[in-house]
């Protein structure tokens, strides 16, 4: 099996190119939907604190590659030679990808945080900074993440450090810095989406 595993700080565009993936065809299994089913197993709702809480009470009980391996299960299942990995979060994590495939790519995701921002913003996903518990969007529009002059608030920017700091705790930092590939989003859109191509059919090559 080969697996490209896709690593990046929130909202740097890593769905993005897991959304380029699924249309060349390719299988994408999404680290952060373990966590997800986790939560909805316990009856909670996905906000960011009650998936943080999960997310480390999961690798606690049973080590830092527990996603990781929950994951490889799942792909191992489905037969197929090539897959997608989206949103490793740890060194342990990476390893134990390369230690069970045949070949492992890991590729960093990167984009600026104002950026970032605005691609959360845009997602409005239950866990992403701006968005209340409940799950829904904030009423008031003075407590948008992004204003009307383009600026994200205090109240996003401390959400989203919040809970990269948390994730930089599983060790990310250094699973970066492992990372033999990178994805740089800091142009247009669709830019960004032909580099995702480009990148994946040379990864994919036999």
Known sequence: MKIIGLIGLPGSGKGEASRIA???GLTVLVMGDVIRQEAARQGLEPTDVNLGRIGCALREA???EAVARRIFQEARARGEETVVVDGLRSREEA?????QAEEF???EVCASAEERLRWLQARGRPDDPGISQSGTEKQDQDDKIISSCGEPDGQAVAALEQRECREMGWGMCQAMEAASLKLVND???EEFRENARKLLDILTKD
Do not use: I, R
């Open 187 to 189: 142009g247009s859109l």
């Open 22 to 24: 699924m249309q060349q």
């Open 95 to 99: 390893d134990y990808f390369a230690s």
């Open 62 to 64: 049973e080590g830092l």
């Open 105 to 107: 790519y890991l590729v």
